[in-house]
């Protein structure tokens, strides 16, 4: 089962910051947060990933707590490209045989509207 | 690079065919691994691979086997298709340095009949 929470969906004004939440209070130490998206039918698509620093990449920020029980994905100005479901997953660093696997759950469906 | 693809786009199969989704990637990746993703839901591992000639089981394995005799490629075979099969196929891979980002194919939208 997915070790994550995440609300079902929500809404975003184009042009506003989208905050997503995500739930990970039973993360171990050595578990990484990531975070994928899935526009429509594609293919998902790795967003950004963080152990227990705040991330920022091109594509978005990633706001963890000190106690790691929960993070933030941030889009900072939405667009309506930006409609997807995202998945909030953790993981452990590489290391070996099934540590690699991605386990996803239910995601948050996103919808930017203009 | 190509990235990761995937073949055929879309596949109908009656009950009982057997068939293989092909997925191959460009990258050298070593971990590479098959998905399932059924209406509404997330995505469930059905194998993976963490190099050529080993392969181990994910959630959902049963009706699939896979090999993977080469890096590049990552086949799975549906031994004797039965409509719970019906469910759009998602292969992915990925190395084992930097980010350990899994770059996802387009996937294979299969329909059993």
């Known amino acids: 089962d997915a070790k994550t929470t995440q609300p079902p969906s929500m809404d975003c004004a184009e042009g506003r910051a989208a905050n997503l939440p995500c739930n990970h209070s039973t993360i171990s130490g050595n578990e990484y947060v990531y975070w994928y998206r899935q526009i429509h039918s594609q293919g998902p698509q790795y967003i950004i990933h963080?152990?227990?620093?705040?991330e920022t990449n091109e594509m978005a920020s990633l706001i963890i707590t000190e106690d790691r029980k929960s993070s933030t994905l941030i889009l900072p100005h939405a667009t309506l490209r930006d409609t997807a479901v995202y998945y909030c997953i953790v993981r452990v660093g590489w290391g070996t045989g099934s540590q690699g696997n991605l386990i996803f759950g239910k995601g948050t469906k996103l919808s930017v509207k203009p | 690079n190509a990235g990761v693809t995937q073949t055929p786009k879309f596949q109908v199969l009656k009950t009982g065919q057997s068939m293989t989704l092909q997925c191959a990637q460009d990258m050298n990746h070593e971990y590479m691994s098959w998905y399932r993703q059924d209406p509404g839901m997330g995505l469930r591992l059905i194998h993976y691979s963490v190099g050529a000639g080993i392969t181990d089981q994910g959630e959902v394995p049963n009706g699939y086997n896979v090999s993977r005799s080469t890096t590049e490629d990552f086949p799975l075979r549906l031994l004797s298709a039965a409509p719970s099969q019906t469910s759009v196929y998602f292969c992915a891979s990925s190395d084992r340095t930097g980010t350990y980002e899994q770059y996802f194919g387009p996937g294979t939208r299969l329909t059993v009949t």
């Open positions: 963080g152990l227990k620093n705040n």
